[in-house]
């Protein structure tokens, strides 16, 4: 095999691969085969979507390695997929929005019906607990950019609701998207399911994607 320039996009909790089409588009644009994949993430848990869904993928790409790029819940199975399945495929990674500490919204929610029989497994799996699917997680072992939000208006009651550190997307805080391990961080003006229609966010992921660096 040689190296392509592939690129896997996986999408948040609750959405699927229209959700990501703006960055898949500029990715495309630039020289990348993009593979904007949908997965059930309401129906399955993250081992079942990592075996299921991007393994499957990842193995049929004629490349030695793989982008990803991931928002949100996406990039948990970023990490899981090279926890379970190894690095060597992947080449560099940006996590858009991820709570790589676990999100106080799920902590908050957990605990309604209505949010478990929503979210099945994978939501119940993004608390902050140490229970948490974060909590099962080592630091990357591969190059990784993150790119977090401080924009949490539109998300007002949400972020008081759960009491959000700040500075927040609505969603998930600054600091809880940092991880151990990452080759860069990067804050933009952005509320946390908004940030995927960004072009600013479109043209940082393409960069790190390429240089390694925001």
């Not at 869904?53 to 090279?82: E, K, N, Q, T, W």
């Not at 902590?107 to 902050?128: C, E, I, K, S």
Request: glycine fraction near 10%; aromatic fraction near 8%.
């Amino acid at each position: 095999m040689t190296h392509g320039r592939h690129a896997i996009i996986l999408h948040g909790l609750g959405m699927n691969r229209l959700s990501m089409s703006g960055v898949a588009r500029h990715l495309s644009k630039n020289g990348w085969q993009v593979h904007n994949i949908s997965y059930p993430s309401l129906n399955k848990g993250f081992e079942e979507i990592v075996t299921d869904h991007i393994v499957p993928v990842v193995d049929a790409i004629p490349a030695d390695s793989v982008d990803f790029v991931g928002h949100s819940m996406g990039g948990l199975l970023i990490r899981l997929y090279a926890l379970r399945h190894g690095a060597m495929r992947i080449h560099r990674a940006v996590m858009m929005g991820t709570p790589n500490h676990g999100s106080q919204v799920a902590d908050v929610m957990r605990g309604y019906a209505a949010f478990q029989w929503f979210t099945g497994a994978a939501g119940q799996a993004l608390t902050t607990a140490t229970e948490g699917i974060h909590a099962q997680l080592p630091p990357v072992n591969f190059d990784c950019g993150v790119i977090a939000g401080d924009s949490g208006f539109l998300n007002l009651g949400t972020t008081y609701l759960a009491d959000i550190p700040r500075p927040n997307d609505g969603i998930v805080s600054v600091e809880s998207t940092r991880v151990a391990g990452m080759k860069d961080h990067i804050v933009v003006s952005a509320e946390h399911s908004q940030m995927v229609l960004s072009p600013t966010v479109w043209q940082l992921t393409a960069k790190f994607l390429s240089d390694g660096k925001f």
